[in-house]
């Protein structure tokens, strides 16, 4: 019981990282020419978020898409963390200095992992009828770390991923290369 309020707290904090995951599937939806039909940033229920869009024209674009949110969520998360820890977000205080652009870091990056049914949209096109040999050499373990890193997302992989790209890893580049 503790555990399924302490998530619930987890996904009400993090609400910023679920939008911008969805962002992140809609921006590579895009960029690879795939039309988007629907998207919901964000509501309440399983899954919290989602795009719907076309079927790529192609496995590469189609594993482009789910790992859409990894690359837009981390480099967000970084950016922002990094901007926050150099001084350079403007405010009056320390809470819109540092405070707020630091959770936001941290609420980003903890969706940056792909979920389950994006790994699951990717290993059901790579073996679909049609998809050829590279595909499924190349893809599958693909898919595979995408279904481990959502599994691992459960019991809070998140929450460290957000913390060490959103703060960790700004501060320790910010202190090594002055």
Not at 70 to 77: C, D, K, M, R
Request: net charge positive.
């Amino acid at each position: 019981m503790i555990r399924f309020f302490g998530r619930i707290l987890l996904i009400l904090g993090s609400c910023p990282g679920i939008i911008v995951h969805e962002l992140g599937h809609q921006v590579f939806c895009h960029l690879t020419g795939t039309r988007v039909l629907k998207v919901r940033y964000l509501r309440f229920g399983i899954p919290p978020g989602y795009v719907m869009h076309e079927r790529p024209s192609s496995i590469f674009r189609h594993v482009l898409i789910g790992l859409g949110p990894l690359f837009v969520n981390s480099g967000l998360a970084f950016g922002l963390g990094w901007l926050a820890l150099q001084g350079r977000v403007p405010g009056h205080t320390i809470w819109t200095q540092k405070v707020l652009p630091l959770w936001l870091a941290i609420a980003i990056g903890m969706h940056a992992f792909p979920s389950y049914g994006d790994a699951e949209s990717i290993l059901d096109a790579i073996w679909s009828r049609g998809a050829g040999i590279l595909a499924k050499v190349f893809g599958t373990p693909i898919a595979l770390l995408m279904f481990l890193g959502a599994f691992l997302a459960n019991l809070g992989l998140d929450l460290i991923y957000g913390l060490g790209i959103g703060v960790g890893l700004p501060w320790w580049l910010g202190n090594h290369w002055r």
